[in-house]
């Protein structure tokens, strides 16, 4: 076929900063001529040496996905990239991202996504660069992304019709070849590798569990039916809205009890349901249930670190542990127990990239519904839910149950965040911009009980590559390892949203049934007054509580 690469003229927006997880706008904001192409060309540019490289691409099925997947090819091919691997429909989900990357020794890949954010026209969208290793592009990388982005004069596009992305097959595009892919097999054969398929397999064909998977319409729908329902036989109303929509029907894929209601009931009204579960947008978040028991992401993590053994692909044992700061502390007890590492890091998952590729990491959370391992270099939930399920299998006790022990022999972390949203964006950081100011007259404070030890300004030094990020959070400490930390996020498109991040430790079992809000009250308390959240927020509670 004729095709014959255009230079095309353009001009730099000046909001392309890439936040907490790629550049994420509204579809309105992405469909502005030369938008899109601006910031890819940024990425390409910010690349060394694309000529005969593979580029792996695709994206959670939003709104605009199938368009943007069309100008990212021919803009690939003008490039010079050798082969773009592109999942089928313009799909992947960002962990099966990650495994093909990795796999096809590409040398990066392409996401679209804005993740657990809504789609659709009026909702928005978003792009994120994976390097060679799977993981997100690290600060550098987006740095330079940025500056090019406002410099730029000029792309490239190849002048070329769009390649059916229906069917599996290659196509030549000038001299690229694009090889469009199924976007669920490598992605299950590594599951298979990881977890005791033939045990889990066995329980459901016996009849001996029942689980409930909410796929929330988004992507991770083909890829739990394959592998819950086809191959671990799971039985066919395993999964809920399976089909992945392009406004995530109406909804809000991001896999909490806000957003995850109609799942949660599910599980509540069913004894017969051992296991909930929920991923979100791009399919690397999760949420664990059992029946009238939620697992909160850290808890999870903990469960996870201290029963790693149990589990086939982590049998050898952990090399070490981290946790995202805001991130309760229940994983560093388990640590403690096991004699292995446990690393503190910002928020954001590029920042276990080192330490996973260094071999001092093997699992990694957040308290954003986020926990993975080594075996890729993102997220990954239905990873969490197989874990989980090869848990119940080994175990054969409820999740509660499970839980429960844990907490027994570990104490339990109440945690909480609460978040508020579309706050006026000059008052949020005006808010932590203040409560920087006054970190030194925070310590001898009290808070109920509580008395404020330490107030710092959180900043990490990566222990591999030595690079610096501060202002990663405001963390006031008290005495008895009770925490509160303050941070906006990096990841919304419309004014600001605070996040305040609660934690209260409890050894004795005999208080450890409290309910967690009313366990967080005193700490709750003092945030709001020494925030002064009224003021600066406008709202008399949270507009989310995780
Ligand atoms: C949020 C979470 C963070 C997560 C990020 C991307 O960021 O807090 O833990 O890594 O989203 O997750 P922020 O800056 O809004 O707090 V996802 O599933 O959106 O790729
Ligand atoms: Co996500």
Not at 243 to 265: K, Q, S
């Amino acid at each position: 076929m004729a095709t014959e690469i255009k230079r095309v003229a353009t001009t730099p927006f000046d909001d392309q900063r890439p936040g907490t997880s790629g550049l994420r706008k509204r579809v309105r904001t992405f469909q502005q001529p030369h938008y899109l192409e601006n910031f890819v060309h940024a990425i390409f540019a910010s690349l060394d040496d694309c000529r005969g490289k593979t580029l792996v691409l695709g994206g959670d099925g939003r709104y605009y996905n199938r368009e943007a997947a069309q100008i990212i090819i021919r803009m690939a091919a003008a490039a010079g990239f050798g082969r773009i691997l592109v999942g089928r429909d313009g799909l992947l989900s960002t962990p099966a991202a990650s495994v093909v990357i990795r796999k096809r020794r590409a040398l990066g890949g392409i996401v679209l996504s804005a993740s657990h954010n809504p789609g659709g026209p009026d909702g928005d969208f978003g792009i994120k660069f994976n390097v060679a290793n799977g993981g997100p592009a690290p600060e550098r990388f987006t740095t330079a992304c940025y500056e090019a982005s406002r410099t730029i004069s000029e792309y490239r596009i190849l002048d070329a019709p769009d390649v059916d992305l229906s069917r599996l097959g290659e196509h030549t595009l000038g001299d690229t070849v694009v090889e469009v892919m199924d976007p669920v097999a490598d992605y299950a054969a590594l599951m298979e590798d990881l977890f005791d398929f033939d045990r889990i397999r066995s329980l459901f064909e016996a009849g001996a569990m029942r689980i409930r998977f909410d796929a929330m319409h988004a992507i991770t729908g083909p890829y739990a039916r394959e592998i819950l329902e086809h191959r671990l036989g799971a039985g066919p109303n395993t999964v809920i809205n399976g089909i992945p929509r392009e406004d995530f029907g109406g909804g809000h894929p991001d896999p909490n009890l806000t957003y995850a209601r109609a799942l949660v009931e599910m599980v509540d009204a069913d004894k017969s349901i051992q296991l909930g579960a929920a991923s979100d947008g791009d399919g690397d978040r999760n949420m664990i249930l059992g029946h009238r028991f939620f697992v909160t992401p850290s808890d999870s993590l903990a469960v996870m670190a201290a029963n790693a053994h149990h589990i086939p692909g982590y049998r050898s044992g952990l090399a070490g542990v981290a946790r995202s700061m805001p991130t309760s502390q229940a994983v560093d007890r388990v640590a403690e127990h096991l004699g292995i590492e446990c690393f503190e890091t910002p928020t954001g998952w590029k920042y276990f990239g080192n330490l996973l590729d260094a071999g001092r990491a093997t699992l990694c959370g957040e308290e954003s519904f986020g926990t993975s391992s080594n075996h890729i270099r993102e997220k990954d939930g239905l990873w969490a839910v197989l874990f989980w399920l090869n848990l119940l299998a080994v175990k054969g006790e409820s999740v509660a149950r499970i839980v429960g022990n844990h907490w027994r022999a570990f104490g339990r972390n109440f945690y909480s965040r609460h978040d508020y949203e579309e706050v006026d964006a000059n008052r949020a950081h005006a808010m932590v911009e203040g409560l920087r100011a006054r970190l030194a007259g925070l310590p001898g404070q009290t808070a109920g009980g509580l008395r404020v030890a330490t107030a710092d300004d959180f900043a990490y030094t990566d222990p591999v590559d030595g690079e610096v990020a501060e202002h990663q959070g405001i963390r006031i400490l008290f005495d008895d390892g009770s925490r509160i930390v303050f941070r906006l996020s990096g990841t919304g498109t419309a004014g600001a949203t605070v996040r305040v991040y609660l934690e209260r430790y409890e050894p004795d079992p005999e208080h450890q049934g409290l309910d967690t809000q009313t366990a967080l009250a005193d700490l709750i308390a003092y945030a709001r007054e020494v925030a002064d959240l009224k003021t600066v927020t406008g709202m008399e509670r949270p507009t989310v509580i995780t």
